[in-house]
Structure formats: structure tokens, C-alpha cells
């Protein structure tokens, strides 16, 4: 049930313990800091050692508090923060923000002092943001309330931060201030004893005054709830990550700086994409998304109109839209004999369409109001020449009527200036929600952003159809294997349960007795493979079980005797001699593996020997809808190789989707499979797994 | 021979051709930027209808003024600029600055107008910048010469800024002026009827003022003359370069702006790095990496320890170190133990090294002590917290103690904050040439290019050992082709002309008659390969005119037929029959092509499917030093393929970077060959092409 955190962001009253009058302490501060930025509710300094704090009545315990406070700050020393805690809750205080440190993050005495915490909160039913926090911030006007020692107070706008760390939520606290980016709620998460983003992504949801949601994270709370959050609020609020640890440097930091659990980063991206969150890499690229989406003005499409006066900014313009693959396409020939009546000859009618330095305000309202409807989006570059005749105002004003005829389409406009003589342009510009840059690059990286969250938009967000499935028969499959302390399956036993979720597996027979070879061979289709399967045989290429390229009934006698020789050397106990036919095709991999903080993983990439050396491969985490499995498939380098190429008719992507869509419901319905790996998985003609390694989970009945 | 700039940046007295006192009068506002700027020599406006400019008496014509006069600046119509340029001519003002549009980048008239201004330059041995241009700056003290219409004149510094875009130049300046970055020169090149870059170049070489140069480029007046002087003047003064049309969009404007060649981004990339330059490909990342290397402060390597008191900034700093391949290593176990004596225990003592929010100046100044020692660089984050005992100085003087104990290890500071409070630290840090940036990504692509310059300064810049070539034979190969008409050359030929420069053929014979099969058959090793070698035909392997794994006598006559039929259909009048051993080892193609802008241009890759699906392929310019052959190598992204795998030793890089090398002296030395194709070159226990394919440069004796 999701949590009501509307006392805790708007209480009535706010208590702050251990405010004192002394210069430097930190609850002193964050008292003044609920003053100072106007709090509307009720101030309670609590301090046995004060009377009157700031003019405030100080009182001596929480227990002493009047009715109406509806949530304390805590800036006390750590020893004193369980009592403290528990002493809220008797009085029926049941929101907390506890900035102390000296919890988790800080030795085994802290590890201990958090999970007290953690079993307080639980036992109590408390909403505790922090411990080690820098605090909460509401700027709705209603509100104003500064909870935390942050110097920066955000004007109201319609964001709302949820930020892991502290210091670098302050540093983005100065910068959204810089850019006129109004900030609803802030809120700092530390430790995350109590609350974590899911508890405020969640509640954020029914909040109307918030469009844009933008986190901050280290690690997830709990990535499948986060998810399936995101999935549903990110429809009508985008939401912009920031997650560092992205790299193997960051993710070593982050592990020894708040002890979470360090994923790999082509993972965390799968994830962010899957759940529909725009994933940023920097503070600057942040700010950037932020900016230009907070305007709404989001394009059908990425096809993009350049015009600019100067013509050095238009290339550097479109070499940046290149690179962010939007489309600077050439203008259709009616258009351009349309310009060409009224642009000076010398004017370049490309696009970009360079309108030179004597383009008039004219020029750029009839330019635009002529292109604007043949694309998406423009990007209008406008750094007044030296010898300008007309106020630059007047260029603002036709650019905004453009703007209106055209309200689907963003316009993003740049100066490459950021001269003070431009500020009623930029004013005029600002008033009617059309952003302006200094930068080219800046315009385009916003404008990439606007093209991200429409294809974000345009996903199609319908549940896949159903697949059927045969899920008690895989279930007793692995059951079996498992009651008989197996840690993994044979292929046979692989290709029933493959078989249970319609994962297509190469035809195969086991031939035990020399005896069988003969009427075997005689209606076999040659080439074939022969293989030992064995339950403890792993990676079977490795060890000299595989034997492909049997041409006939001798070669088929002499694969059999060295497999055998292989089953008797290695010892394997349980292993018998597989025969298959050789498949054509493109050799692939699919795999799935367990991932500590996502749970099932699904690996796709080209098999045999490149998927080792190049490590070209994309990953999903399950559940893998149809469009994501397809977006894999398409997004590894060697992906070209997989469309019609050299004689080799194409592979089916669809179906090849909805196999990956299927392993990844495997790998959600049956937990007690730990990995699978299908290489190669042959694409040709017939589509199968030709190997199949499906290990499972160690039973704990039967291990140790 | 070198031209002699020194009296167009330095004249003693400058005419302004056109200067008129209407507001809005480029030649006044010329004009009166010279005089505003403090120009220390004399100003003579020149215009018939004026006695008096700006209260400075004005000549009727050129041929009034005075002697003195070194430099004219023209803005006038431009059908009166060629009487002008000629009048300066006979008056003897050897230096010019064309103001004045219209020329090759507006039509035809232009680029006649353009021509006979070209031819009037030569005739009369001018200095010309421009026509089409903004002016030249020289910010020199001694000088303070402002003769373009920009409104910023920077403050004299260590950097010479060439810009073919005036535009983009005037918001580069403003931009510089903002960092706080000196430009001793500026000019903007326009359409480079006469001066180019090159020239700028070459009399900068010899200027001890400038210490860094910064080229924005939208094509290359003689691109094999700028190496020469890049990789000279690189040596002791980095060239950066913005060079535009980066991409197939930006190069589409290029075209259209300026007229200028287009060229494949990748050989534009190749070739700067072979010159030795810094390439950078945003306004922004030009000013990063400029503050940056202005300091001088260049890294051995590139370990780097990053400090913080603020964890997540930590973390956002080591991702942005990973993405730039930035090494952040483990600290050594005993000064993690030195560090552990006096930080608290809450702090983390991994790298990035947290010290948390308490951390005094001591602790910083401390842990750099200890740290960077043993590092290359560091990067260290101060951002004061809410509580701060000391004054921020007392940081800032404890970085600059251990900044001086280290001279030859950059410390990079960043604030996370643009607070005014902290302008006393970045004062003291400034002056002790320590850089300061607010957020930590900008910090970390400074570094980055910090150590791209030290990289470029360890690539061994010695000449490539002589290699033995006998050019003779090789040019009287191809010269004999020629002769006979032909645009290839056979099999044989292109093996003999290879072996000229030492590139090794796989040995090959023809049979010719049927007869001949049984007597090579009795000495072949098997398995053979069987092609048509004809000059008209090109590309062998998709007309059928090569047959793999022959095994004996008999496949060797069956293909000798099918050979044969391919000759007589396709009507190959000197088609002969070519057999050559199947050579074991990893496909390549090793191949030169002749790029319109650069000239020969070789090519590197993995051969096979691969290289047409996957565009996996890496250039060079030749000459190419082994140097760069062996990056070419190294940087496909299939190059692990190339390292011991699966069982096949690993390639001779070495060897295949001479053959790479050998091959750019052959396209150089003989300019006759259009085009070599060695597809595949087999890299195994031999290193030979397989495959050679040679066309000649249509000889105009025999063509049309």
C-alpha cells in the first residue's frame, strides 16, 4: 500500500530537535532555514538546554510538544537518535527526517544502529526519510518549507528531486536556480531506512502540480517495484535518472561509499530504457533534458529545419545533429523556390539554410513559417550582425508567431552570445515557452532530448500478447531434476522445458549401443553433430565432446568411440552420445543469467567465435516485452549481418523477439533455474537452439 | 618560401578604406573599433567624400596618403575592391584586409571576381586576408590593433586563434574573453584568396609569445602543408582544431557554404592525429581543453586520485574518468594505512578518496601530500559545507603548497558551485596557475585532454627507419602498363610492383594449356585455389572466377574448365588461369585510395563478410609511420580477433604495421596507381595478400 506522505512534505508544524542558538550547528541552521524561507506552519525548537531559541519558544522534550506538529528533524548527536525516535512516536509524531550520520555508512556500530532503525521504523509505522540526509525541501507557496540545511531555496516550478546524495542535490539545487528551473519538492533520500524513491515516485504520481520527475540515484531500492512505478508515472511525467556508478571506476566508488550493491552498467541501462526513464550522464546533460522538456513541446518525429545567420554555427549545428542522429533533411524543391523569392542570392538554401548576415526579421518569420510544417522541430541560430537595422525583438516576436501556428513543434533558438543587449529577445522568447541557448550544441542536445522522450512516447506500451505456456510441466521438470540433486538439466530434459514455453530446439536422438548406429544411420540427413550430454558437462566445445561434420555411417562409428573414450576419461557418470543434424544459418546466443539487484537477465548477441572476442551483445531485464527483445536484437554492432547478406536471406527479427519474450517468462515463472545459455542458437531456415546448458539453482536440501 | 605577416599584425600605420561617420557604416565601425581598441599607430580614413571621420582628417584616395602606411583595411562595394586592391598595390601597401562579401562564395560573378582577385595577389606579391572576412585582432600591448568589426577584443594572451568562420570567431572570442582566456592574435581567414591558415601557421612557429594555437576549420587549404607544419609546430606549441562538416550532414553545408571539398570524417580524424594536433569537436570542449593546456602542467600518465568531501561528486567524477579512459587506481595498501591515521574512520579510503563533509584544510592538503606522489594527476572536489571552520583559503593554499612540491603533476579543483563566496579560493588558486572548474565533468575532460597531449608528446616522433624500395622497377611496371593502355595491372605485375617495396603476394602460377595441370599437380600442395587473372576484371570473387578448396588432380581439371568458360563469356581477351596454396590465418584487406582533398589514403581492416557489413575499417594519410599503422591496427574494433585466439597465435603487429607503412611510401612514390586492393591479406604462419587488385590513373595519352 502506497505510503501518505502528504504530512510529511506539508505538516502543520515542524519540531526541530537539537536546534541551538550557536553559530555552526547544524540544527540551528536547519531552524533557520525553516524561518528564513518563510515556512507557513508552526516552528518548535526542541532543546533541554534552551528556553528560547531565535526568539522561538524552545522546549525541553518532545513529549512537551503541543498537538499539530506533524513531523520532526532530527540533528542530534547519533547516540541520542533511537530514544529520540521512539519518544516521536509516543507522541504521535510520525513523519521524520533524521539528518545525523554515523549509520550504515560508517563501520559495523553504525551497520547495528541502522537496523535498530530500520525495526523501530517498521514497528512504529513511521515515515523516516534519511538517516545521514541533508533534509527536505516544499516550495509550494502554501508550504515553503525548507526542512534541511541546503542554501539554496528553489522558486516553485513543476519538478520534483529525489536525489541519493546529498552535497551534489545541493550543487544541482544552485544550478536549477541558474537556469530558472523551479523546483516543487527536493528531497534528500541518505540511507534510506525508512523512505525510498519508490515510496516518493509513488506518491509524486497523484501529485498534478508535478511534470517532471528527475532522480538521482546510486543504486535501486528495489528495481522491480521502481519499474513498474516508472512504467506507469513516466506515461504522463517524464522521469530523468541520473545514475552514476555507471562505469567499473564509479561502481567500485559507489560500493564503498554506501555499500549498495554495484551493477554492471549495460544492465542498469536495459533497465532505465525498459522502464521508459530518460537515462542522462552528467550535471550539464541533466540540466539540459530538464530544461528543454519542461516546456512540453514534444515532436512528432526527429526531422529538423537549421536557420541561421551565421553560417559556421548552422554547420556546427548540424554536425552536432548528426552525431545525436536527428534528421537535417534537404528541403523539398517547392519550399526552396519559395525562399529563394525573397533570401539574397548569396544565401545558402541547404539545410542548414544559411540567410546570411543581412537576414532581417522577415527573413526568419517567413523562412520559418515556409519550413516549420515540412519538419518537426527547427533550431533558429540568431547572433545579431554588427550591423543590425532593426530591434532583435523583432526577430523574437515573428519567431513566436511561427511558434503558434505551429504548436506541435518545438523551436529552440540560440544566440551564440550571451550579451545583455539580448535579453528582451530572450525575454520575449522565454514568455512564450520557446527555450533559448548560447550554444548550438546545447540547442541540439536539448532538442535530442525532445526526440528522445517522443520515441519514449511512440513505444507501443500495450502488454504483449499472451503466450501460451506449459508452466507445471517445466515446473516438474525442474522439480525432478532437482529432487534427484541434480545442479543441471540434460538436453533432453532442457528441450521439454524449452519446448514448454514454444523455444524451438534442434531435433536430436541418443545413440547408447554401437548396435543403434546402423539403423540410425540409415535414415539420417547428413551432415550431423555428435555430442556427449552429461548433466556435469559444461561447455562441452572445450572439452572435445562436440564432433560436427559427420558425413556418414564411418564417420558416425568413429564420432562414437571418441565420445565414449570422452565419457569414460572424464568419469561421466550419466553421459550419453547426441546426435543431431547440422543447421544452416546465422549462429547466435541467447542466455540468461541472475543478476543479485535485477534478478533474470537476458544476454543476446552473435555466437561462436565473436561473441568472445568483441562481446557484442545487448541485455533486457525480465519481464522482456516483444519491442524491447526486438530493440536488442537490433541494437548489437554486428546487427547488419543478421538482414540479407551474401545470398542469406534475412532473419526473422519478429520471431527471433518473441523467442527472447518467451525465455525472459521463463526465466520470471520458474526462479529455481539460475542460468540458461542457448549457443548457438542457429537462425537460418529453421530457427532452434543446437546446445542447450540450463543449470539450476542449488537445492539447499541437497547441498552442504 | 615563407611570407613575412609581421607588418599586417604589427603595421606602423593602418588605412581604413571606406570609413565614413554614418552609424551602421561597416568600414566606420571599423574604424572606430581600431581607435577604441588603442591602437598604438597611426589611423587614416580613406573615403572621397569626406575631409574629416571621427575627427580624423580623411584622404580622398590611397594614393594621398602619406608613407607609414603598412596595412589597408577594405569595406567597400564590391565592384570597386580590385581597383582598390591594385591602387595599395602601386602605392605600396603590401597588406591587405578584405572586409567586402561577394565573392567565390556568391555565383558566378563572385568566383570570377574572386579569380582575377587571386591573380592580382600574385602578380603584386600581397598579404590578402579575406575577401568575405571579419578583420585580423593583435591583442599585443605593443600594438592593441582591432581591424575587424568584432565587439570583443580579447585581452592579450599566450593563444593565436585562426577562424575560417567570422561569425563563429566573434562568439569564440566572447566566449574566450568569459573564461578568461588571452588571445594575443585572432584572424578570420574568410575565403583565403590569398593568406591561409598554413601561412599563419608557419609564422607562428616563430612567434615565442604564443604558446598554444586554435584552428576552427571548415576544410584545409593544402592539407599536406598543414601536417608538415602541425606535426613542427606542434612539437613545442599544441594546435588544437575545431574542424566542422564533421559529419554527412555538416559536410552537405559545407559544400554549400564556402565551396570547400567534403571529406570522409574518418580520414579528417586519421589525418589530424598523424599531424599531431588536438582535435575537438564542440565550442565548449575548445574552451575546456584550452584552459586547460594553457597551464602547461602535462601529465606523465594518466593515474589520477580523485579527492572529495562530497561522496556522490566522487562518484560522478570517477564515471566521467572511465568514460574518457582515464586511469583512477587502487591507492597503495601503505598509503591507505597513512591515510587511515588521521581521516575518520566514516571516511572512504578507496579512489576516489572521500574524506566527507567534516574534511578541515588540513586533511586536504594531507591526502594530496600522500596521494600524489604516486599518481600522475588529481582531481579534487571542495565544495565548503554548511558548517566550515576556516576560512576556504586556507584549502585553496594548502593545494597550491602541494601543487608546488609536485610541478610536474596537474591539480584539477573543482567547487560544485558558482558561489561568490569562493572567489578568494579560486583567486589564490589562479594565481598559482591551479585550475578551477564547478562541475566535476568539466574537470575530467580538461584532464583528459591534459593527457592527450602528454600521450602526443611520447609518440616516438623519430623518422621511420629507412626502407629499402626499388622505386625504378616498380615505376617501369606501371609505366609499361600504361603505356599499353591499360587502367590494371595483372596479377603478376601487381605482385612483382608489391615485392618492389617489400609487401608480400602469396606465391601463385598459371597454367595456361590444360597439358600443363598434370605436371603442377605432381608438385602442388593442396588444398589450391583456382582464379581468372584478367586487368578488365575486377572484383573475381562475384563474377565465379575463383574456385576455393581444390583438393586434387581431379578438382584441379574441373576447375581449370569452369575457369576457362568464365574467360569466354565474359570475353577477358588477356583472362589467364592463376593457382595459388590456400594460406591459413585471419582475413584482412590492406587497401589506398586517392581522396580528392587529402591524396592517398590507406585503409585497414578485417576482410571477409565482416568488413562490408560491419564498416569495421581504420585510415591512414600517407605517408603513414609505423607508428600510425600500428593505432590503425589496434583501433578496429574487431582487434582482439588479431591477439592469440581460439588456439591461432597471435598476429605480428609489428610486421603488418611496416607492410601498412611500406604501402603508403608505394602510393606516394608512384601517384600513377589509382587504387590497391589486397583483399584478403592473410595474417597467419604467412603474411601475404592473396588477392591483389592495382588500378592505374587513366593516362591521358590513351584516354578519350
Redesign the interface.
Given at each position: 500500500m502506497p505510503k501518505d506522505l502528504t504530512k510529511l512534505l506539508a505538516p502543520r508544524g515542524v519540531a526541530v530537535i537539537g536546534a541551538s542558538p550557536r553559530p555552526?550547528?547544524?540544527a540551528g541552521?536547519i531552524l533557520r532555514n525553516v524561518v528564513r524561507c518563510g515556512y507557513t506552519g508552526a516552528v518548535y525548537p526542541v532543546n533541554p538546554k534552551y528556553d528560547v531559541v531565535d526568539d522561538l519558544q524552545c522546549y525541553r522534550s518532545v513529549s512537551d510538544l503541543p498537538s499539530g506538529v506533524d513531523l520532526a528533524v532530527l540533528a542530534i548527536n547519533r547516540d541520542l537518535v533511537l530514544d529520540a525516535v521512539e519518544e516521536c512516536a509516543q507522541t504521535g509524531i510520525h513523519n521524520l527526517v533524521i539528518i545525523t550520520?554515523?549509520f550504515k555508512?560508517?563501520?559495523d556500530d553504525g551497520v547495528k544502529r541502522e537496523e535498530r532503525l530500520e525495526r523501530l521504523i517498521e514497528e512504529k509505522e513511521l515515515n523516516v526519510v534519511g538517516p545521514n540526509c541533508m533534509g527536505i525541501i516544499n516550495s509550494d507557496p502554501a508550504v515553503c518549507l525548507n526542512a534541511s540545511?541546503s542554501?539554496w531555496f528553489p522558486h516553485d516550478g513543476e519538478i520534483a528531486f529525489v536525489?541519493?546524495?546529498?552535497?551534489?542535490?545541493?550543487?544541482v539545487l544552485?544550478f536549477f536556480a541558474?537556469m530558472n528551473l523551479g523546483i516543487s519538492q527536493f528531497v534528500n533520500l541518505g540511507n534510506r531506512a525508512g523512505l525510498s524513491e519508490n515510496d516518493f515516485l509513488e506518491h509524486l504520481a497523484n501529485d498534478d502540480h508535478i511534470r517532471l520527475v528527475f532522480l538521482?540515484l546510486?543504486s535501486f531500492a528495489d528495481p522491480y517495484l521502481f519499474r513498474r512505478l516508472v512504467e506507469r508515472v513516466g506515461r504522463s511525467k517524464p522521469v530523468v535518472v541520473l545514475k552514476?556508478?555507471?562505469?567499473?571506476?564509479?561502481a567500485?566508488?559507489?560500493a564503498?561509499?554506501?555499500g549498495s550493491l554495484t551493477t554492471s552498467d549495460a544492465i542498469v541501462d536495459a533497465f532505465l530504457t525498459q522502464s521508459g526513464a530518460i537515462r542522462v550522464?552528467?550535471?550539464?546533460e541533466a540540466l539540459t533534458v530538464l530544461g528543454a522538456v519542461k516546456w512540453g513541446v514534444i515532436p512528432e518525429s526527429n526531422k529538423t529545419v537549421i536557420l541561421t545567420?551565421?553560417?559556421?554555427?548552422?554547420?556546427?549545428a548540424?554536425?552536432?545533429?548528426?552525431?545525436e542522429q536527428i534528421a537535417?533533411p534537404a528541403l523539398a524543391p517547392a519550399v526552396t523556390v519559395k525562399l529563394a523569392s525573397f533570401l539574397p542570392?548569396?544565401a545558402?538554401?541547404?539545410?542548414?539554410i544559411?540567410m546570411?548576415?543581412t537576414a532581417s526579421s522577415a527573413d526568419y518569420e517567413r523562412t520559418l513559417h515556409e519550413t516549420l510544417p515540412t519538419v518537426d522541430a527547427a533550431i533558429v541560430i540568431f547572433?545579431p550582425?554588427?550591423?543590425f537595422?532593426e530591434a532583435t525583438e523583432a526577430v523574437a516576436d515573428g519567431i513566436v508567431r511561427v511558434a503558434e501556428e505551429n504548436p506541435g513543434k518545438p523551436i529552440l533558438v540560440c544566440t551564440?552570445?550571451?550579451?545583455a543587449d539580448l535579453s528582451e529577445f530572450r525575454n520575449r522568447l522565454a514568455a512564450a515557452r520557446v527555450p533559448v541557448y548560447t550554444?548550438?550544441?546545447?540547442a541540439v542536445d536539448a532538442l535530442a532530448s525532445l526526440c528522445y522522450v517522443s520515441r519514449l512516447r511512440r513505444v507501443k506500451r500495450a502488454p504483449d500478447r499472451h503466450c501460451s505456456v506449459d508452466r507445471e510441466q517445466a515446473m516438474a521438470i525442474v522439480d525432478k531434476a532437482r529432487a534427484a540433486g541434480r545442479e543441471a538439466l540434460t538436453f533432453a530434459e532442457g528441450a521439454k522445458l524449452l519446448s514448454c514455453y514454444g523455444i524451438p530446439v534442434c531435433s536430436f536422438s541418443y545413440v547408447d549401443e554401437e548396435s543403434a548406429i546402423e539403423a540410425f544411420a540409415a535414415k539420417a540427413t547428413y551432415p550431423l553433430v555428435a555430442k556427449v550430454d552429461a548433466p556435469d558437462l559444461f561447455h562441452r566445445f572445450e572439452h572435445g565432446a562436440v564432433i560436427t561434420g559427420i558425413k556418414d555411417v564411418e564417420g558416425l562409428r568413429a564420432a562414437f568411440h571418441k565420445l565414449k573414450t570422452v565419457i569414460e576419461n572424464k568419469r561421466l557418470a550419466n553421459g550419453r552420445i547426441l546426435l543431431q543434424p547440422m543447421l544452416d544459418g546465422r549462429e547466435l546466443i541467447l542466455g540468461m543469467n541472475r543478476d543479485r539487484a535485477f534478478g533474470a537477465v537476458l544476454m543476446f548477441g552473435i555466437g561462436g567465435?565473436?561473441v568472445?572476442?568483441?562481446k557484442d551483445v545487448s541485455f533486457g531485464v525480465s519481464p522482456v516485452s516483444v519491442e524491447h527483445a526486438r530493440s536488442m536484437i537490433q541494437s548489437i554492432?554486428?546487427f547488419?549481418?543478421l538482414r540479407e547478406?551474401?545470398g542469406q536471406p534475412a532473419v526473422d527479427i519478429s520471431r527471433l523477439a518473441t523467442i527472447l519474450h518467451r525465455l525472459g517468462r521463463l526465466s520470471l515463472d520458474i526462479p529455481q533455474i539460475a542460468e540458461i545459455d542457448l549457443n548457438p542458437f542457429m537462425a537460418g531456415q529453421e530457427m532452434a537452439a543446437v546446445d542447450v546448458l540450463i543449470r539450476l539453482q542449488a537445492n539447499s536440501q541437497h547441498s552442504g
Open positions: 555552526g550547528s547544524v541552521e550520520a554515523g555508512e560508517s563501520g540545511f542554501r536525489s541519493q546524495s546529498g552535497s551534489l542535490g545541493e550543487t544552485e541558474e538521482y546510486e552514476s556508478g555507471r562505469t567499473q571506476a564509479g567500485a566508488a559507489v564503498s561509499h554506501t550522464s552528467s550535471i550539464k545567420n551565421a553560417g559556421g554555427a548552422g554547420i556546427i548540424a554536425d552536432a545533429c548528426e552525431r537535417v542570392p548569396e545558402g538554401l541547404g539545410n542548414p544559411d546570411i548576415a547572433r550582425p554588427l550591423v537595422k551564440l552570445s550571451r550579451s550554444m548550438p550544441e546545447a567465435t565473436f568472445e572476442a568483441l554492432r554486428a547488419p549481418l547478406f551474401r
